[in-house]
């Protein structure tokens, strides 16, 4: 599956961003989906989750009550709505297709990764 981030730029704090991530082919749909980020220096960190059908999401506790992740199966899309932003949140953003089913935090338990996309948060 390849997939292909999109959507970051630069906000300002408070303000809000969507991320979409296009998958290459409809067996995307076999795959739950995370949101992860990697700040300048720092390691790659779990943003969110969402199941195969759509009916469970998890978020890192940082980002819990601003950010929103969803999918479309038919389009073979995932989005992540970023409220509130603050600038904290400025990192390149990577979407990933779990291919293990032991847990969905772990980069590990990630095979498949879109190519990034930056979002800066100005103060």
Known sequence: VQLQASG??????WESLRLSCQASESTF?????????????????FVAAISR???????????????TISRDNAK???NLQMNSLK???TAVYYCAARTSVTGTTP???YG?????????VSS
């Open 8 to 13: 970051g730029g630069t906000g300002a704090a």
């Open 29 to 45: 749909s076999n795959y739950a989906v995370g949101w992860f980020r990697q700040a300048p220096g720092r390691e790659r960190e």
């Open 53 to 67: 059908a759509g009916t469970r999401t998890e978020y890192a506790d940082s980002v819990k009550g601003r950010f």
């Open 76 to 78: 073979n899309t995932v």
């Open 87 to 89: 600038p904290a949140d």
């Open 107 to 109: 980069t590990t338990n």
């Open 112 to 120: 498949y990764w879109g190519q990034g996309t930056l979002v800066t």
